[in-house]
């Protein structure tokens, strides 16, 4: 019996490891942000300066273990086996759940994680105890749940997401005023009082108050920092200020830059010594618990409790060591944490462009709301006062810096940053030194939520996206709470009622899912990297924007001859997968028209000013590759519903036209592809690519007719004909953008050959 919970002890470090790579992919992005956001210094000084701070951190990390022990659960009120069987089905559910977060690039909280985890578990395994005995019921759960603190925590976590929203904002503001975005001149006075109030602030909130964690600082150092904290506040502010000052006048040193590195280790500091306990915390307990179980031969697993987890244990330095390398190499490799960190900086972004959320009613209702309160408090501020704030708060105009790339433009200025890493780091550090685990993910976000309020990152044109993006990161809070307390309170059970059989199961279960989900990240992450993307250094240049340009809309519609050939197909034999498969193509072909559409404003920007005459081509090219795309999703769809719903199949005659239709597309198509890779606008090529449009468009009037005859005669029904007619439709418009986007596409390219200007419009086809 030893052996087996000595394989489960065994486990649990091996989960205990891949919780380390999981976790720190997902808390990668609490303190690595606001540096790379504001690209306050290369990436790989950044990689190792937040390397140290985790190492260093890690050390802290002791006090903060007795949380996994004692924090959820009153451990004298379970057995040995029972206590095994919480940690197993914790850690478990851990991996699965954070490594699913990971995949989909939303942040999440491991704490918010462990603690529900915890609680699931614990509930599970002490509801069975209570259904087993005949003198409790289940009125008696809260003798085995430390209800007090586990509800003190949960509060906790929640209630630091308003603090720390509040408090980026205010001090945000604060500092906004102070400052303006114009701080260079201002910083050459006051910069230095700046930097020695942030950095104060984290050397009293990480170095003292975080040493009380500590594993290696002695009772008597803690005493003497306890009674000499003034002073060395008072010391540490003065040092700091004046030797910042002295580098500014003698090396003309950038105070944010330190700021922020500065930060960066200290927020990687706090994370490891307040999160660490997440990922090794249950295993730390199951070994000391298993040591405690092994040290009395011969005693039954469920007759013994486990009231020695309730005293207080000083975790082995190396220990924490070990673990604090596993994260620093998981940092530097990982990259699902880039994927994570992606999803802060875009909601933070000082920068318009391309959103990652849509909008939604709430978001919609809560601007409309803003926009009306903050007029009414326009109303009642004097006029002076209103226009010195917005004063303080213009942004300079950006000036192009010829041979810089646009992708190198910080996310946010360095002011912001340094107030992202200050605030939080101090919000995170009170709870380390009150031993509270709070969510470094839910205090760093939204700390960089309230400090983009106040920036005024959030503009009439970004604010709906902005609010949805968060309002989805804090929704998948909560669902990680409920998923977490689920699955555990699952898993128990079984584990519970299985075994050893349920162990292997899960266990099997939990690399299955880390393994797909890789796959899935790595396709995923491939086909972005596949997405259409200009080349900054050569769309200044007509020529190799135009190239590009004829390489991307070929490439879109190069896939519709084959596209609609299946779908047709699909239709005639009523093959349901097909035309499913076809329908999300087309999507995603009008999601890449969609892109290449979104980006026409700033590609305008980048022309050069001998190209500005063709650029109205160049907005008409995208239009009618938006407008194919388009019709190809409105052949797509209703296809694949009509055979969805089990709807009566097409008569044999209107398969053959619809063949025949397929036949003159997929020559049009695949002759505007040829002229479009070649380039050749000639005008006899051109002309030749008319006539065939031509001929296509005939057919389509013609069997349009043949269907309504069908109609008059009553062979077909009313949706077999809502359908049809919809594709020959939908056809004839995919035909005449077609023809217009080779046109447009040959005015682009600046060709001075003899022009074509037989082509056709919509209205001279229409009976």
């Known amino acids: 019996m030893e052996n087996f919970y000595l394989l489960i002890v065994v486990v649990l470090f091996a989960l205990a490891i891949s919780d380390l790579i999981v976790g720190v992919s997902n808390d990668a992005v609490n303190f690595l942000n ?56 914790v850690m478990l559910t851990d991996i699965i759940l954070l490594d699913f977060y990971n995949t989909v690039g939303l942040p999440t909280s491991t704490t918010v994680s462990i603690v529900f985890e915890l609680l699931g578990a614990a509930v599970a395994v002490a509801v069975v105890k209570i259904m087993n005995s005949a003198d409790q019921s289940l009125l008696d759960l809260g ?6 603190k586990a509800l003190a925590i949960i509060t906790g976590i929640l209630l630091s997401v308003v603090i720390a929203f509040l408090s980026g904002a205010l001090v945000q503001w604060v500092t906004r005023l102070v400052f303006t975005y114009r701080y260079e001149k201002t910083f050459k006075y006051f910069g230095a009082i700046f930097g020695g109030i942030a950095i104060t602030a984290i050397t009293y ?40 000052q002295a580098l500014v006048w003698f090396v003309r040193l950038n105070i944010l830059k330190v700021i922020v590195l500065v930060g960066t280790f200290a927020l990687a500091m706090a994370f490891a010594g307040n999160d660490l306990v997440n990922f090794i915390g249950v295993p730390l307990a199951g070994f000391k618990s298993f040591q405690a179980f092994a ?22 330095t190396y220990l924490l060591i070990i673990a604090g390398i596993i994260m620093t190499v998981t940092l530097w490799l990982s990259k699902k944490a880039r994927t994570v960190t992606e999803t ?153 009622w299985l075994g050893g059989i349920a162990i292997l199961g899960l266990l099997i279960l939990a690399i299955v899912f880390v393994v797909r989900s890789h796959i899935f990240h790595k396709k995923k992450s491939q086909a972005k990297d596949q997405e259409v993307t200009e080349d900054e250094d050569t769309i200044i240049i007509k020529g190799g924007i135009f190239e590009q340009l004829t390489f991307a809309v070929s490439g879109i519609t190069v896939k519709i001859p084959n596209l609609y050939g299946k779908i047709i197909n699909g239709l005639a034999f009523e093959e349901r997968s097909k035309l499913k498969e076809c329908n999300k193509k087309a999507g995603k072909l009008d999601k890449e028209a969609k892109q290449m559409k979104d980006q026409v404003p700033a590609m305008m920007k980048k022309l050069s000013e001998d190209s500005i005459a063709t650029g109205p081509f160049y907005v008409q090219l995208i239009d009618y590759l938006r407008e194919i795309a388009h019709s190809m999703s409105f052949i797509a769809g209703p296809a694949f519903d009509y055979v969805d719903n089990n709807h009566k199949t097409l008569i044999k005659e209107q398969v053959n036209e619809l063949n025949i239709i397929q036949t003159k597309l997929d020559d049009f198509f695949r002759t505007i592809n040829r002229l479009l890779k070649d380039s050749n606008y000639e005008a006899a090529e051109i002309e030749k690519a008319l006539v065939k449009q031509k001929d296509l468009l005939k057919s389509i009037r013609k069997f349009r007719k043949e269907q309504i005859k069908r109609i008059k005669a009553e062979k077909v029904g009313t949706r077999n004909s809502v359908l049809y007619l919809g594709i020959l439709n939908e056809t004839k418009n995919l035909t005449l953008h077609a023809g217009n986007l080779l046109k447009a596409s040959r005015d682009f390219s600046g060709f001075n050959g003899e022009e074509v200007d037989s082509m056709i419009e919509e209205d001279s086809i229409d009976d």
């Open 295 to 316: 040290a009395n031969p011969g005693t039954d697993p469920y007759g013994m409790t486990m009231g020695i987890l309730s005293q207080k244990v000083q975790t082995e």
């Open 344 to 496: 802060e900086i875009g909601l933070s972004s000082q920068n318009e462009g391309d959103e990652k959320f849509g909008s939604s009613f709430f978001a919609r209702l809560l601007v409309r709301r803003s926009l009306s309160a903050n007029s009414n408090f326009k109303r009642m501020m004097p006029a002076t006062v209103q226009q010195g704030i917005a004063n303080r708060f213009s942004k300079p105009e950006e000036v192009a810096i010829p041979g810089v790339d646009p992708k190198d433009k910080p996310a946010f200025d360095m002011i912001r940053a340094s107030v992202n890493l200050t605030v939080a780091s101090i919000l995170i550090s009170i709870g380390t030194s009150l031993k509270l685990p709070l969510s470094t993910t839910y205090v760093t976000f939204m700390v960089a939520m309230g400090t983009s309020l106040s920036d005024r990152a959030w503009g009439r044109d970004s604010a709906v996206y902005r609010i949805t993006g968060v309002l989805t990161v804090i929704g998948g809070w909560f669902f990680t709470a409920f998923s977490a307390f689920t699955a555990a309170f699952i898993f128990a059970n079984l584990i519970n």
């Open 34 to 89: 606001s540096a790379f956001g504001s690209k306050a210094a290369p990436r790989w000084a950044i990689m190792i300066i937040a390397s140290l701070g985790i190492l260093v951190g890690a050390t802290f990390s002791s006090g903060m273990m007795e949380v996994a022990r004692k924090g959820i659960f009153h451990p004298d009120q379970f057995y040995f086996a029972e206590i095994m069987i919480i940690f197993i089905a």
């Open 205 to 244: 909130f990480i170095l003292i108050k975080g040493a009380k964690g500590s594993s290696f600082i002695t009772k008597d150092t803690l005493a003497w920092i306890k009674s000499n904290t003034l002073t060395i506040i008072a010391v540490s502010f003065v040092g700091w200020t004046v030797l910042l």
């Open 143 to 148: 003798s085995y749940i430390n209800s007090a």
